[in-house]
């Protein structure tokens, strides 16, 4: 985070507001604060303007929602595994419901000649 | 061809036997078709959940014949949405060889594993001797178990036919003019009288034109149709040409004297 520019810090407040950031992320932005007033000054305002909204909207304490965090290899399992189950499922309700007459081979079901 | 297979001499039987398996097997029906050498067999089984169609023919080379068989199969493979049966065609044919009064085992439903248990099978024996002058064909066939639903019959195309004609106007009829055409040979010349006028026309047989359906031609549906062709002398242009089977029923032709021609097909008599 050395070279994080002061746009990338705010930015980061305000992921830190909304409980995004990870623990080593925290960490980081609490170091910076501790040197950087311009931007402790830019979390109080945050946190101010939050409050207000809060108390504006009826709740007298700010508080926090954190948003669910869906990381990219998540998603990715769980679309393989939705496509995967849609497969098997399509595939055995056609075998089961889908076009009748399934079951053995044409050859099957053909007439044969055969001489004694 | 044709004409040379049903020359007297040869006479060729389908001798077949329907058995269904069991312990002890037991047969279901037996029958016979006879005709001329070249006689077909048609064949019908039918189950609640199958229909087969099936026509044989023979085509024999020295000891041995080669036995072809045309089938058509439908099968119940289950309902519609609807609940209307639903079925599945089938056209394939089989063949084998085979030497004269062998044995050949016919398995209408195939040989593979049917929910409903094994279905019956169709012993048929070809046999040829000699028969001085006998081109009729001739069917036998006893049903031992009532419940099923089989038949045979004799598939013969006509190398002859009896034609009956007769001038129609008003309530009026000419007298019968029975004449014996054989097919695709030459046309010939008929004179009918009604009232005192002569009419004279030409008269020719051919076979119709080929099956439209699948099952028509396969099975040889219109074996025993046949089509009198009529002009004038001196004309070109046809008056019209009359198809038919040869079953007795009389057919139309108007005729642009305001006469209307009628044509009774039926089989030769015996010679």
Known sequence: MADT???QWLAQIDAELDGELSLVERAALAKHLATCGHCAGARASHLEVRVALARSAGNPHAFVLPRPAI???????WLVVALAAGLVGGWFASHRWGAPGGGGTVE???GTIVVQ | MIAALQGPGTRLTYRIRVIEPAVTPRVLASGAVSGPLDSDMRLT????TAEVEALFQVTAFGDTVTVTGEFLTRRLVGRSRRDLPLWEEDTYRRLVRMAWSDTARIYPFGTGKRPQGRSPWVELILERHFAGGEARAAERFELLDSTRDLSIEAVVRPRRARIILNLVRGDTVSGPRPMDLVLEEPARVVQLVLKGRATT???SLSRPDPARSARAGALALDADVVCLRVSQPAVLQ???TICGRLNNIARQLPLPTGDTLAATFAWPGPR
């Open chain 1, 5 to 7: 520019t002061h746009e």
């Open chain 2, 201 to 203: 026309l030409i008269v």
């Open chain 2, 45 to 48: 089984l039918r189950t609640d």
């Open chain 2, 238 to 240: 046809p008056l019209g």
């Open chain 1, 108 to 110: 099957d079901t053909r």
């Open chain 1, 71 to 77: 990381r990219a290899g998540t998603l990715a399992l």
